[in-house]
């Protein structure tokens, strides 16, 4: 009885935390900080520290779910059947500091580079965190009525009539979220958008809605971008930093401003059956100097089916469908000339040694990204496992995406210019 009280008390207290108080640096500009959810400035850290293979498990198997959620993003279809079985914590990686209201209210919400609308927990939602936004005392926060045109712009839109309020609903990963369309000032850094229109949490279940609300970053016509078209011109980057780090650099860079001028390009697609994703041309891969081979109907970018190469921010581990993988996994092996290959979880392709790894390159139209060391091999903590940071797609999801994650953008700048539909990556040490 008494440890129950005793971690209940805990646990209220951990979740209505802010960022740890080393952390609290000002964000400038129209640049902001960004965190890796498990980093020591992030409240969201567990409070048991994992084991290096549970957690490198449980990473894997929110992955699985994102790889589930990202395949059913499919245009006109926003119900996506939940992951059977026992229930898959899932949510983005990364968060960055926002302030909703007037007098402004602070939240952590994760960043989403594939999802469009953005949802904030609001007083009394059932199901939510305890850090809400409490939307009674902002004096700018208004929520939408039903006529609103934003009203046809989210899933399953429905009006209370009594309240004439514009309510919708849809699934994320392994929960649900019911929400009253509404809107308020956001304020990023020391940019203020006012009238930001967003999803204010009524009721989540589920483990995947990020506790303090999510940023979708997507392409399509509730998100981030596309609101802020006059200010930011739907042109932002970032820089990843590496969780396990203690320096954190990291950024968001919203706006064409500052953006660098030394970058590679390659052009940016849409795809009309997974209109909020970003697409790129994948052509193929280098494994040390050899191309390996790869079916092009594999990796070729199809509008008609939705099949192609994303660039997400939410997925950790990339996933390759399977003849690709398994032509890149091959060809790592061979050159790691190490035969006692074991597997641990998701990764079939682990050592128990030390090994030197060859590169890997990821080919684009107009632009060729060698991946080192750091964002190709996961190492256990103690030193003796290390393995190849990819796999193919899961088996349950009858998947046609290849998706570049964000374990393999660790420090690059990922720069997104919609205007020029172009993509650009840079080699920058953020964590
Ligand atoms: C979601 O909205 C639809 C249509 O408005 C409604 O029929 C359904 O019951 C709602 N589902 C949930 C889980 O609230
Ligand atoms: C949200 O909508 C529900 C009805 O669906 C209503 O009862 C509630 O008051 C609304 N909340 C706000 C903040 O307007
Ligand atoms: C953090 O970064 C600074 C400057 O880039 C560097 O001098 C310092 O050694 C780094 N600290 C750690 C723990 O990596
Ligand atoms: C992708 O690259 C391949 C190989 O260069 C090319 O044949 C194809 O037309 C490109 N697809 C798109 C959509 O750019
Ligand atoms: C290969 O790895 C397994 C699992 O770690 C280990 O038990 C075995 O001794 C290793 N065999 C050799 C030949 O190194
Ligand atoms: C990418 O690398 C391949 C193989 O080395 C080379 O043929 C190609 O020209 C490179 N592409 C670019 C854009 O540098």
Redesign the pocket.
């Known amino acids: 009885m008494r440890s129950h009280i005793f971690s209940l008390v805990f646990l209220l207290f951990s979740v209505a935390q802010g960022l740890n108080p080393n952390c609290e640096t000002q964000d400038r500009g129209s640049n902001l900080q960004v965190f890796h959810v498990y980093s020591p400035c992030s409240p969201f850290r567990p409070a048991r520290s994992l084991s290096w293979e549970e957690d490198v498990l449980q990473t894997q198997a929110k992955d699985q779910a994102r790889l589930q959620y990202l395949s059913s993003l499919v245009a006109k279809k926003s119900v996506v059947p939940i992951a059977s079985g026992r229930q898959i914590v899932q949510s983005p990686t990364y968060i960055v500091r926002a302030n909703i209201g007037t007098p402004p209210q602070t939240l952590l919400m994760a960043m989403d580079t594939s999802n469009d609308a953005a949802w904030i927990p609001c007083t009394g939602c059932i199901g939510c965190s305890s850090t809400v936004f409490d939307n009674a005392k902002s004096t700018t926060f208004q929520t939408l009525g039903c006529q609103a045109a934003q009203c046809n712009q989210v899933p399953n839109p429905s009006c209370d009539a009594t309240a004439n309020s514009c309510v919708f609903n849809m699934t994320y990963g392994g929960s649900t979220i019911a929400a009253n369309l509404s809107q308020d000032t956001i304020t990023l850094a020391t940019d203020s958008v006012p009238s930001y229109t967003f999803g204010c949490l009524q009721k989540t279940t589920g483990n995947s809605v990020p506790p303090q609300g999510l940023l979708g970053l997507g392409r399509g016509s509730l998100s981030l971008l596309s609101q802020t078209q006059d200010l930011y011109q739907s042109t932002f980057s970032y820089c990843l930093p590496n969780f396990r780090s203690s320096n954190f650099s990291g950024s968001l860079r919203l706006g064409p401003v500052g953006q660098p001028l030394k970058i590679k390009y390659t052009p940016l697609l849409k795809n009309p059956r997974r209109p909020s994703l970003y697409f790129v041309n994948l052509t193929g891969i280098?494994v040390g100097?050899k191309?390996v081979d790869i079916p092009p109907s594999a990796i070729a970018f199809n509008p008609s089916t939705g099949a192609g190469t994303i660039i997400d921010s939410g997925t950790v581990f990339t996933r390759l469908v399977e003849p690709v993988y398994v032509s890149v996994r091959d060809e790592f092996r061979r050159r790691v000339k190490v035969t006692n290959v074991t597997s641990l979880g998701g990764f079939d392709t682990c050592y128990n040694v030390p090994i030197v790894a060859p590169t890997i390159?990821l080919?684009f139209t107009?632009?060729?990204v060698t991946l080192p060391q750091d964002n190709l091999l996961i190492h256990s903590t103690a030193g003796s496992i290390t393995c190849l940071a990819m796999a193919s797609a899961p088996d349950n999801v009858n998947s046609v995406l290849n998706v570049i994650a964000n374990m393999q953008q660790q420090n690059h700048r990922i720069l997104f210019d919609v205007p020029n539909s172009r993509l650009g990556v840079a080699r920058e040490p953020c964590s």
């Open positions: 280098l100097s191309a390159t080919m107009g632009m060729n």
